[in-house]
């Protein structure tokens, strides 16, 4: 049996993408119809393109994926009336590590993803959207092509869409391991058959994207967001979160927690609270650690860093990101030369190589860190693994680069004592005059 | 080369899909589910897809480097794939990847010397919250301890 991935409704959270989520068959049109359903998309077509885009832009509603950019404002770079097609592509390449959350987002709501894609297609007059799903989703690609078959079959995909005279296609197409895929302009490679390597910006996407065609590109709970924000209005959505921080979000919370699970929290939600009232604390009640807020890019925050409000503008002022929703929660026991290095294999067996700051400095980085994880450590490593990261900050093409110095960076900075105790316990340190 | 009605179905509309002169698309795709029947990408096999898509192989054979779920030499019938990445490594994902190299008697990437199984460590696959995870061939099993992949080993032994 398949594991369930919804948790019981918790009072802490504010379920609103998963209100659906424990319904029986929630994953049909004939529960989604009765639950809301297609009422957004109905309404969206007595608007005009303009008035989708400003509800979007008042909802303050920002991209799920982990950049946090202002949806409203990427979608009304999208030139509408541009001769070309225009395309719709959905990221569903969730593969930052720490995150879990647009599993559930398609296995159980699908429609309402669905629902968001037809608006959006609306809004920028495009007729044709890609479900670009992880190779390793094959559970969920074979999921998404029966509910597309159904919507078809039901007028809800195809042509004159319930009886509204908009007429959508949409399609999945399958990655095959890669995580650079996640990348806006690297998936949009991978769409075009070729291996997933970054595109040099601009042209941007929503002008030069698919087939160098203006494409709108949203990761799934971005799209399963708009909805809600059409039916109720964009300021009710934004009112849910702080300001300029709309909404809700689908935090995954994993690592040293009692209750591990993707859990529906406003944004501004208290970061301790999360910890240890919405996912129960940690285990045998030992101390909290560390903190990565938002998927293995983003920079680690202390224990004494977390007594904060989960937004993207709270974030950022402290010099991290709320990223992709992946909160992993480290307890005091956790070895922090090991994570560190369990995070940079990650980043340099991803690396696509386009890059040299980016595929020597993850694969240097790797060396280093395993040299020291190994018991040869040297005096001068800390300083050489910062300098290193700074160094390739800034210096690539994407933000992969950057996604494997930014946690180098803090975790060398904020736990060298972990480290330097590991050094004295090494004896090849003692070899080397530094 | 010739697929089961089923894949050439699936290959028909996926070419479809694709705006007009764009069949490279259907490439990587292609690629992925095809493996699954062939057990593995060949020349035979880049150069069909090739064909299908009105590319050169060279264009094809450029992508098998590149996604780390095409391979060139066949895998076990069943993949055992182990995640270590951090929110499994945290909570024993390390230990059982250690275990069931042990269990199965291979390391990365290799395969039983009966082709049953092959192992991989594998990187994140979005199982984080239900840690740690192992998927084989493509069905999820999660919060799995050492004794349940044993289980799990000896329930796939059994069917086979």
């Known amino acids: ?259 591990p699970g993707v859990y529906e929290l406003p944004l501004g939600f208290p970061m301790l609270k999360a910890i240890y009232e919405v996912a129960g604390g940690i285990p045998g009640g030992k101390k909290l650690k560390a903190v990565v807020p938002g998927g293995s890019s983003c920079p680690i925050l202390k224990a004494d860093e977390c007594d904060i409000p989960m937004d993207y503008d709270t974030l950022a002022k402290i010099g991290s990101m709320l990223g992709s929703g992946g909160m992993v929660v480290l307890d005091e026991t956790t070895d922090m030369v090991k994570f560190a290095l369990r995070i940079m294999r990650f980043y340099a067996h991803e690396s696509c190589g386009w890059c040299i700051p980016c595929r020597e400095g993850t694969t240097w980085l790797r060396k280093i860190l395993q040299r020291f994880d190994d018991g040869g450590g040297r005096h001068d490593d800390v300083a050489l693994l910062g300098e290193l990261s700074k160094n390739m900050l800034g210096r690539t093409f994407c933000a992969l680069g950057d996604a494997a110095a930014m946690p180098t960076i803090s975790i060398v900075d904020k736990f060298a004592a972990d480290f330097e105790k590991r050094l004295a316990g090494s004896a090849k340190s003692q070899l080397v005059v530094v | 080369m010739n697929f089961s009605p089923q894949l050439e179905q699936r290959f028909a509309k996926m070419l479809e899909s ?54 060139r030499k066949p895998l076990g019938k069943y993949h055992v794939q182990v995640c270590t990445n951090i929110s499994c490594m945290l909570v024993g994902g390390t230990e059982l990847y250690e275990h069931a190299k042990k269990k199965l008697g291979i390391g990365h990437k290799q395969v039983t010397s009966d082709g049953q199984f092959s192992l991989e460590e594998v990187e994140c696959m979005g199982a984080c919250s239900w840690a740690p995870a192992v998927e084989i061939n493509y069905d999820f099993h999660h919060h799995v301890t050492p004794e349940r992949l044993d289980q799990l080993i000896e329930a796939v032994r059994k069917r086979s």
Request: with cysteine; glycine share 10%.
């Open chain 1, 1 to 259: 049996m398949p594991t369930k991935l919804y948790n019981e409704p918790s009072p802490l959270e504010t379920r609103v993408l998963s209100k659906r989520f424990g319904l029986a068959d929630s994953h049909t049109l004939d529960v989604y119809l009765a639950n809301d359903g297609f009422k957004a998309f109905l309404k969206a077509h007595e608007m005009t393109p303009a008035q989708i885009i400003d509800e979007v832009k008042a909802s303050a509603l920002r991209g799920r994926g982990g950049a946090g950019f202002p949806t409203g404002l990427k979608w009304s770079f999208v030139p509408r009336t541009s001769p070309k097609p225009k395309y719709i592509v959905i990221n569903a390449d969730e593969s930052e590590p720490g995150t879990c959350k647009d599993r559930l987002l398609m296995e159980y709501d699908p429609y309402q993803m669905i629902e968001g894609i037809l608006i959006a297609g609306m809004a920028m007059d495009s007729h044709k959207g890609y479900l670009y799903i992880r190779g390793e989703y094959r559970y969920l690609l074979d999921h998404m092509d029966k509910v597309i078959a159904e919507a078809y079959s039901r007028g809800y995909l195809g042509k004159n869409i319930a009886g509204t005279g908009f007429d959508f296609d949409l399609y999945t197409h399958s990655g095959a391991g890669a995580y650079e895929c996640g990348e806006e302009t690297a998936l949009l490679d991978s769409l075009e058959g070729k291996r997933g390597i970054p595109r040099m910006k601009p042209p941007f996407p929503a002008v030069a994207g698919a087939w160098a065609s203006p494409t709108l590109l949203n990761n799934v709970e971005t799209f399963s967001s708009i909805p809600v924000i059409i039916r109720d209005g964009g300021p009710a959505f934004a009112a849910l979160g702080t300001p300029k921080n709309g909404g809700t979000r689908l935090v995954c919370i994993s690592g040293h927690v009692n209750k």
């Open chain 2, 18 to 71: 694709y705006p007009e002169g764009r069949k490279r698309s259907a490439v990587v795709p292609m690629l992925i589910y095809a493996q699954d029947e062939t057990g593995a990408i060949t020349e035979e096999l880049i150069a069909e897809v090739a064909k299908r898509c009105e590319v050169a192989p060279l264009q094809v054979d450029e992508v098998v480097g590149y996604y780390s779920m095409l391979h």
